[in-house]
Antibody, heavy 119, light 110 residues
Framework: QVLLVESGGNLVKPGGSLRLSCAAS????????MSWIRQAPGKGLEWVSH????????YYADSVKGRFTVSRDNAKSSVFLLMNNMSAGDTAIYYC????????????WGLGTLVTVSS | QSVLTQPPSTSGTPGQRVTISCSGS????????VYWYQQVPGAAPKLLIS???QRPSGVPDRFSGSKSGTSASLLISGLRSEDEADYHC???????????FGGGTRLTVL
């Protein structure tokens, strides 16, 4: 079955960096766009980034553009999110999800990893 | 402030019908599909409705979606206690070049 497992969440100081990973299994990883979505405590969902099947095309929300970088390793069925110059507003649970043809069509989600930005 | 607007909460009793609305604009719902996600507290979101009104495999037919113009609705009929969750609508916004979500609606089954 399809399984997505995020890791790398941690407590980080403002201005710091963190790299999240998402390990996928149970499907042909290289055939799917992948996405990152976050959810601040007690808040709604916020899309963060998409990455194409090859990794050559990436999309970011304005709130993270220039600070976050998404990448993937199809040989290892993994997608990554490098977060730089982090601020309190980045505190959230970060989910990776498999994206279908529709831009907002996310059919499988991981359980998420918690990122806390605090001094 | 979310781009798509949902009521923050709604409630119903077992067996009732409940409708959750999602309002957008011509740059998102007006031009792209709407998707609905169910999120049980403490769990990851689950795709509930795809492309306005399509149910993925395994989703009970008690759940249905519709779209008209720049608004969409999720209808839950025959409400059950296990339907108690947060429901989020989503779409693509052409102006923002971003996936946009509603703020989520907390459904309480009384």
């Amino acid at each position: 079955q399809v399984l997505l497992v995020e890791s790398g969440g941690n407590l980080v100081k403002p201005g710091g960096s963190l790299r999240l990973s998402c390990a996928a299994s149970g499907f042909s990883f290289g055939n799917y766009y992948m996405s990152w979505i976050r959810q601040a405590p007690g808040k709604g969902l916020e899309w963060v980034s998409h990455i194409s099947t090859s990794g050559k095309t990436v999309y970011y929300a304005d709130s993270v553009k220039g600070r976050f970088t998404v990448s993937r390793d199809n040989a290892k069925s993994s997608v990554f999110l490098l977060m730089n110059n982090m601020s309190a507003g980045d505190t959230a649970i970060y989910y990776c999800a498999r994206r279908l043809v529709g831009w907002a069509s996310l059919d499988y989600w991981g359980l998420g990893t918690l990122v806390t930005v605090s001094s | 402030q979310s781009v798509l607007t949902q009521p923050p909460s709604t409630s119903g009793t077992p067996g009732q019908r409940v409708t959750i609305s999602c309002s957008g604009s011509s740059s998102n719902i007006g031009t792209d599909f709407v998707y609905w996600y169910q999120q049980v507290p403490g769990a990851a979101p689950k795709l509930l409705i795809s492309k306005n009104d399509q149910r993925p495999s395994g989703v009970p037919d008690r759940f249905s979606g519709s779209k008209s113009g720049t608004s969409a609705s999720l209808l839950i009929s025959g409400l059950r206690s296990e339907d108690e969750a947060d429901y989020h609508c989503a779409s693509w916004d052409d102006s923002l070049s971003a996936v946009v979500f509603g703020g989520g609606t907390r459904l309480t089954v009384l």
